[in-house]
T-cell receptor
Framework: GENVEQHPSTLSVQEGDSAVIKCTYSDSASNYFPWYKQELGKGPQLIID?????GEKKDQRIAVTLNKTAKHFSLHITETQPEDSAVYFCAASLAYDYKLSFGAGTTVTVRA | NAGVTQTPKFQVLKTGQSMTLQCAQDMNHEYMSWYRQDPGMGLRLIHYSVGAGITDQGEVPNGYNVSRSTTEDFPLRLLSAAPSQTSVYFC???????????FGPGTRLTVL
């Protein structure tokens, strides 16, 4: 099955700086890559996703890049704010397969 | 819409006891799933359903049963709880139109 690895496990950044989280996947057939944000005591919430037919997608301060050849994708958060502090998970699946394989998560702390 | 709801929020069981974790969604989503979240391991798929009357196993199904008698509800049953089932359980749902999965707030289960 699909194996998703995520790095780093923890990330501390100064407010206003950028944060980058990287994931690799093993199944070359995977073509849907979502990112979830989980705040303390809550369920994960989708913040951005990308499909294999595009290499980059942006939504305000967050962006995701995908390199299918190397089988890795990354989340970029610019101008970080205290409310960006959370655990972030990457995941991978076949499109419309619904079975997500998750990375282990990255705890992001934004220092004021 | 309430989205995805889960009950109870917290539960403590003794080894060998049984219980059912409830999950309901009011978005008329066809796809529903159960994940467990353990420290350093991300979320792992337990069981999923693509519609009423249809269920299938995920990555870690042992010790859990599910059924899907209605579109709205997808309960998860532990027949004989074990300490290894101590975890946080999340239910999720998705429309078959796209992959975006909506997660519930979670149930924190402790098995003594």
């Amino acid at each position: 099955g699909e194996n998703v690895e995520q790095h780093p496990s923890t990330l501390s950044v100064q407010e206003g700086d950028s944060a980058v989280i990287k994931c690799t996947y093993s199944d070359s057939a995977s073509n849907y890559f979502p990112w979830y944000k989980q705040e303390l005591g809550k369920g994960p919430q989708l913040i951005i996703d990308i499909r294999s037919n595009v290499g980059e997608k942006k939504d305000q301060r967050i962006a995701v890049t995908l390199n299918k050849t190397a089988k890795h994708f990354s989340l970029h958060i610019t101008e970080t704010q205290p409310e960006d502090s959370a655990v972030y998970f990457c995941a991978a699946s076949l499109a419309y397969d619904y079975k997500l394989s998750f990375g282990a998560g990255t705890t992001v702390t934004v220092r004021a | 819409n309430a989205g995805v709801t889960q009950t109870p929020k917290f539960q403590v069981l003794k080894t060998g006891q049984s219980m059912t974790l409830q999950c309901a969604q009011d978005m008329n989503h066809e796809y529903m799933s159960w994940y467990r979240q353990d420290p350093g391991m991300g979320l792992r798929l337990i069981h999923y359903s693509v519609g009423a009357g249809i269920t299938d196993q995920g990555e870690v199904p042992n010790g859990y049963n599910v059924s899907r008698s209605t579109t709205e509800d997808f309960p998860l049953r532990l027949l004989s709880a074990a300490p290894s089932q101590t975890s946080v359980y999340f239910c999720a749902s998705s429309s078959t139109d796209n992959n975006e999965q909506f997660f519930g707030p979670g149930t924190r289960l402790t098995v003594l």
